[in-house]
């Protein structure tokens, strides 16, 4: 649906009407300053139902209705699943709960998880050992007290032993482990005398966290359900905001812009509107529904407005041209590829004057060039004149 916003009234419309007169004949076709003339009688005018108007230079605003239907902020959604294999030990969420950002949904017990674990201490002890030996290989080494080649081989050890130590330090990291919690862990492991490490302390235990604040709106998850990497166990989002997903036409493109007034409306809330904002106009037309997605986002602070909600998008340009003249489309016709308008150069003449147009509002069209806008301008009958007019032209003059 689509409604025009004229300020002032665009269209004064005039009397048409007249003294009755006998029929005659459309009479000789003029050229004046390049421009066809018709001539007729005001019987003629009648008949044909001839009407014109005065357009007047105006602000044009547009505003078009199209479907759409509510979803989720993608931008503010999260499908979360484990980072490693193990048994679900407790759930801490359910379904339409709020949670915080860092807030622990479920825990799993993972002997995968106790194994890196374990494996980063072994890491760590190897890191320390090294660090000690390559730096009395460098004392040894400024007292001649060591060969290069013993000193370069220690160097080298130390550096592997660092970057297997930082690899499994990013790996607890991936898992959602923090930096203090890792600290925790080191904390509990003691060096013996023998430089090895007793880790049988290795907690198996992952907690899985909700990487951002929203309403848990999906689960799937049961308590002592093995599960694995690739399965999601709770979805996750801010529902604050909602994306509205309009299927605008493509002829309405040209009044759709990224700084457009839009407003969202619902069956269910009918006497409330929800206002939003463009963010995204889809490059691709629909091949099949010619169609192009309009993506605009929504406040929901309040929470009324659900996903998968049909609703209505009304989008509307304040301003398109700031002086434009706005004629029906009806009054524009083609004739010698050119595009045209009548105006009523005499009492009861009429002259086709070319212009150049712009696009389309509702069923009228902009005019950018080729009238000043105190013309009169035929806005009915103009086919029929166009029509006598090529007649008239080629010398095939009707009486009426």
Not at 125 to 144: I, Q, Y
Not at 303 to 314: A, D, E, F, S, W
Not at 336 to 346: A, D, L, T, Y
Request: aromatic share 6%.
């Amino acid at each position: 649906m689509k409604n025009i916003f004229l300020i002032p009234l665009l269209f004064l419309l005039l009397a048409c009407g007249g003294r009755r007169e006998s029929p005659s004949q459309v009479e000789t076709v003029h050229k004046e300053h390049g421009s066809k003339a018709l001539h007729l009688n005001r019987e003629q005018i009648q008949e044909w139902g001839i009407k014109w108007a005065l357009p007047a230079k105006t602000r044009i605003a547009s505003r078009i209705s199209v479907p759409g239907v509510l979803s989720l902020n993608l931008n503010r959604t999260a499908h979360i699943s484990s980072f490693v294999g193990g048994k679900v030990v407790s759930l801490a969420a359910d379904l339409g709960v709020a949670v915080r950002k860092g807030q622990v949904l479920l825990t799993i017990n993972s002997p995968e998880f106790a194994d890196a674990q374990a494996e980063f201490l072994q890491a760590r002890a190897r890191f320390l050992l090294s660090t000690r030996e390559f730096d009395r290989a460098k004392m040894l080494l400024k007292e001649n007290a060591i060969e290069k080649k013993e000193y370069l081989r220690r160097e080298a050890e130390h550096e592997q032993a660092a970057t297997r130590y930082g690899a499994l330090g990013s790996a607890l990291h991936s898992y959602g482990i923090t930096h203090a919690q890792i600290d925790e862990l080191i904390g509990k492991c003691k060096l013996l005398e023998d430089k090895t490490y007793k880790c049988d302390i290795a907690d198996p235990r992952l907690s899985v966290l909700s990487p951002i604040s929203g309403t848990v709106i999906e689960r799937d998850v049961i308590l002592g359900e093995h599960v694995i990497p690739e399965k999601n166990l709770f979805s996750v989002s801010d529902l604050s905001t909602l994306w509205a997903i309009l299927d605008a036409y493509e002829n309405d493109l040209p009044l759709i812009r990224a700084d457009s007034s839009v407003t969202i409306t619902s069956s269910q809330y009918p006497e409330q509107v929800f206002p939003g904002k463009i963010t995204t106009i889809s490059d691709l037309v629909d091949p099949k529904l010619r169609t192009i997605k309009v993506r605009v986002e929504i406040d929901n602070a309040d929470k009324r407005l659900k996903p998968n909600m049909y609703i209505q998008g009304h989008i509307e340009n304040r301003t398109i041209t700031e002086d434009g003249l706005l004629l029906p489309e009806a009054a524009v016709q083609n004739l010698e590829k050119k595009k045209v308008v009548f105006i009523r150069s005499g009492e009861t003449a009429f002259t086709a004057q070319p212009v150049t147009v712009g696009g389309k509002i509702g069923g009228s069209r902009i005019i950018l060039n080729g009238l000043i806008g105190d013309e009169d301008v035929v806005i009915e009958g103009a086919f029929t004149l166009k029509a006598e007019l090529g007649k008239a032209t080629f010398g095939h003059v009707h009486a009426h």
